[in-house]
């Protein structure tokens, strides 16, 4: 793990010079697995750290993916978190050899791109991880190894108590990697928001639900990440802000997608999504020429934090390391 | 997922104009199943009436373009409208439904009591005139418009100042929430018996636009007990709407709520003419 004490600024010549995708290995012991009580903290940390890389050419303005750009840009991501230099090693501050790794994505309107799903299932292959080993899902859709970035036709169902078994069963850590958005019902959906497609029987009106949810714009959300089974195995989110949608969500007006470029990686997911309120914050203010502010407001971030001891909301203690391209960062 | 089986009708309704070719992807959503298509965004449409919706793609003849096509049926025309009228950005082109908004890569409209999206599914651009000539296909099916198809509650609201663009009509608190966030509680007694129309409104100084919601209840006695209700708990809003609330009234079984900057004289002024208008 990377501890919170680490050195948080990146000279530039370490970052260009973690900028190359690197080595096949690590060294690290097959069969390791960290401890989920390490995992697992009884509240917020004191302070977080979130990374923000952009390089517009990963995906062009109409969509089309560079999976060369993508996997350097995933690569900067890591390297510049850990203070590596070797994304492959990078990884290996999260996740070891003999990790069984569940890879939350999202599918529904604006999906995580399945380039950066395989991006990241290559360099788990490289990291060790066995590609059986890799599980990409959203919902009860799941696939395997690199190619699970591309179909997911497996399905492991749900436990008792509605968490999907891929995390009860299946695996001992979590990478979350959404795409970003604003969302209609809860302000922002991105981190913790993903976790909705890890259980079932949720609905919008919360009615015979274990996960009343949705209450008051989605308030308690945090409580899905807050469950244990998550909680205890999630190491890493990556968001996918390539080209987040800043006005409605989850339905696609395309005026208001936005080709960012962008990519935040983070072990605390209520850190990275104070960052992506604060960005689209930023964005509509830009559209607009004039405060647009998110409505609802996505009161769930700070929840996360107060009630559930998830992360880092309050800005003012959330580090943010943001490189590559600067113009219109906004942050 | 698990769709529902397409009804004819409805498929009827979405075929190709000259040039493209319907592909494999069609699918049909109801009231039960419709997160599957939308996930949280199904709520939205049930706040509305929704009843069905048939989803189809299409191709071009080279294949290198694609249009998803999305026809909601909701149960009443006023919803139609209302739907459309919570984001309707874009030009408004002529021969297209009751209203239409088409930007870049997305074609919406309206007409009786059907919503319509056409979407360039490549966002490549370039294909305005196939958004509109799918669109202007379409409305050809639907049943003719009715002038009686609009919200009555529209005509309540006074001309003077007001940005059409802005006026959205709804039912629902997270349809509020969406327009303006007041409290965590319900304080305005919404739901699917209530009408209400947001709109905004230039007041004639150079700062700052008013946002005014009418509420219709289906009673006088809802009416005043929401409006004691919401009086009485004005500090429990949201710091941004608390600051911004400028005034609150009823007459009969109509709520007034005003956000923003005027003065009383505005606020009489509008007030007359609404109240003239119910």
């Known amino acids: 793990m990377t501890g ?38 009884a509240k917020s940390p004191a302070r977080a750290k979130v990374v923000l890389v952009r390089l517009k050419a990963a995906m062009t303005a109409e969509g089309q993916k560079d999976a060369g750009v993508l996997d350097a840009m995933l690569g900067k991501t890591l390297c510049a978190y850990t203070g590596e230099n070797d994304p492959v090693a990078a990884l ?69 108590e509605s968490v999907s078994r891929i995390i009860t069963d299946e695996c001992t850590a979590l990478i979350n990697i959404p795409a970003f958005k604003s969302h209609w019902l809860s302000g922002v959906g991105g981190a913790l928001k993903n976790w909705c497609g890890a259980v079932t029987k949720i609905n919008v009106r ?91 407001p996505p009161k769930h971030v700070e929840l996360a934090d107060t009630r559930y001891g998830l992360g880092v909301s309050d800005r003012g203690k959330i580090d943010l390391i943001a490189t590559g391209e600067e113009k219109d960062r906004l942050i | 997922m698990t769709a529902t089986k397409p009804d004819k009708e409805l498929v009827k309704i979405l075929e190709a104009p000259s040039g493209w070719t319907a592909s494999g992807f069609q699918a049909e959503y109801l009231s039960h199943n419709l997160h ?21 793609e299409f191709v071009s003849g080279s294949c290198s373009s694609s249009l998803r096509v999305e026809l909601y049926r909701m149960d009443s025309p006023a919803n139609a409208f209302g739907i459309f009228s919570s984001d309707r950005r874009g030009e408004k082109p002529s021969g297209v439904g009751q209203d239409a908004a088409l930007g870049e890569y997305l074609l919406q409209f309206w007409q009786n009591r059907y919503f319509v999206r056409v979407q360039d599914m490549e966002l490549q651009g370039g294909l305005r005139q196939s958004l509109l000539s799918f669109g202007r296909l379409i409305s ?52 699917p018996e209530t009408e209400a129309l947001s709109a905004e409104y230039k007041t004639g100084k150079k700062s700052g636009i008013v946002r005014c919601l009418v509420i219709r209840y289906p009673t006088q006695q809802a009416c005043r007990d ?9 500090d429990k809003l949201a710091g941004s709407s608390r600051k911004a609330l400028a005034h609150v009234s009823a007459n009969a079984n109509y709520l007034l709520v005003l956000f923003g900057p005027c003065g009383p004289d505005w606020i009489r002024r509008f007030e007359n003419e609404l109240w003239k208008n119910i």
């Open chain 1, 4 to 41: 919170r004490s680490q050195k948080e600024s990146i000279s530039r010549k370490d970052f260009i010079r973690a900028g190359a995708v690197g080595a096949m290995g690590l060294g690290l012991g097959l069969n390791e697995t960290l401890a989920a009580e390490q995992l697992a903290p």
């Open chain 2, 36 to 56: 599957e298509y939308l996930n949280g965004g199904a709520e939205r449409y049930l706040g509305y009436g929704f009843q069905r919706c048939l989803v189809r």
């Open chain 2, 140 to 191: 050809s099916r639907l049943p003719d418009p009715r002038a009686e198809d609009r919200p009555g509650l529209l005509s309540v609201l006074p001309a003077e100042g007001l940005d059409r663009s802005s006026v959205c009509y709804f039912h629902t608190q997270n349809s509020l929430n969406s327009l303006i966030y007041l409290s965590e509680d319900n304080v305005l007694g919404l739901g």
């Open chain 2, 226 to 234: 929401n409006l004691s209700g919401f009086s009485a708990g004005r």
């Open chain 1, 92 to 160: 290996g501050h999260f996740i070891k050899p003999g990790d069984s790794v569940g890879v939350k994505m999202n599918v529904m309107m604006t999906p995580t791109h399945s380039e950066l799903m395989a991006c990241l299932a290559r360099m788990l292959v490289r990291l060790g991880v066995k590609e059986e080993k890799i599980i990409i899902w959203d919902r009860d859709n799941a696939g395997v190894g690199i190619e699970g970035a591309f179909t997911r036709n497996r399905k492991y169902g749900f436990d008792p």
């Open chain 1, 206 to 296: 919360d009615v015979d639900t274990p996960y009343p949810i949705h209450k008051d714009s989605c308030a308690d959300m945090g409580r899905l990440a807050a469950i244990e089974a998550i909680r205890s195995r999630f190491r890493l989110v990556i968001i996918d802000a390539l080209r987040p949608l800043f006005e409605g969500g989850p339905q696609v007006n395309p005026e208001y997608l936005w080709h960012y470029g962008g990519l935040l990686a983070s072990e605390d997911q209520v850190a990275a999504d104070a960052i992506c309120t604060e960005l689209l914050t930023k964005k509509r203010e830009q559209y607009k020429g004039e405060p647009w502010p998110l409505s609802p």
